[in-house]
């Protein structure tokens, strides 16, 4: 990865702004002025919030294809077909990555053109915290330099991964939506902890931690989840009647039901 990236994203809402604080703070662009973003309405509070960090801000997406070596497109997926037509012609020499959900590669190719590098990503929201997980997968034009740059790219925000594209679906559905579920979780957990009669903050902080502590288990212990879940319950003991009224309210079924419905509302979009 050139250590003078430009990158510009085109939209400037909450994705755009968690990947460009992300890619900040990680040091993936040399400076915040090589991180740009536009947005068509002149006083949108992401994108002034993008101005104070630092970066270029435009009203125009054609002005933003100058300064930008990689192009995110940040926009929803319903006005992906409006953006793309304006700047087909700019695209030449950059590296386009859709964020979009639902919108495919071949979509993108078609409304651009064929010869145009393209890159469909799927990010998730912790990457303004340099803890966020990505997948991609790339079209036809898109050079093993270019996979490097964005395995790079990302990778200074989170994890990162190339997989085929009939998975990025069901990747929005776990990963993409899935900061939304985690935070319904914690937000239970702590309402749970302010019935017992806890302090709201504190209630907060242990139910964030408990999430965040438990996931790096699974990733650090490559150990099996139901082993570490076996871990913490005690035979007659608090945690195994807790686990019977999670298992008896559906709780599996919901999360599996809810990621279901994530991936056929991205496969509808498409
Ligand atoms: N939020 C998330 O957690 C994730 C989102 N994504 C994807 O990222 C994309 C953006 O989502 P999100 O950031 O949540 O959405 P937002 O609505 O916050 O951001 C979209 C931005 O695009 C701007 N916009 C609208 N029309 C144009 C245009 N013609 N040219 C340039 N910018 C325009 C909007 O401005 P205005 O507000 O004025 O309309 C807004 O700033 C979506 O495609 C979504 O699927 C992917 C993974 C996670
Ligand atoms: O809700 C959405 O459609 C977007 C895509 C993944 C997360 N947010």
Sequence with gaps: MSANLRVGFIGAGKMASALAQGFIKGQAVKCASHVSASCPIADKHLLEHMKQMGCQTFHCNKELMDCSDVVILAVKPQIMPLVLPDIKSLVASKLMVSIAAGVQLAQLQADLN????????????????REG??????GPQVTPQDNATVKQLFGTVGQIDEVKESMIDAVTGVSGSGPAYMYLIIEAMADGGVKQGLPRDLAYKLAAQTMVGAGRMV????????????????????????LDMLEKSGLRTSIMQAVEAATKRCTQIS
């Design 114 to 129: 064929p010869d145009s590098k393209i890159v469909r990503l799927m990010p998730n929201t912790p990457c303004i915290v």
């Design 133 to 138: 997980v990505s997948v991609f997968c790339s």
């Design 219 to 242: 990733l650090d212990t490559h150990t099996h989840p139901a082993v570490l879940k076996d871990e913490v319950c005690s035979p007659g003991g608090t945690t195994i009647t807790a």
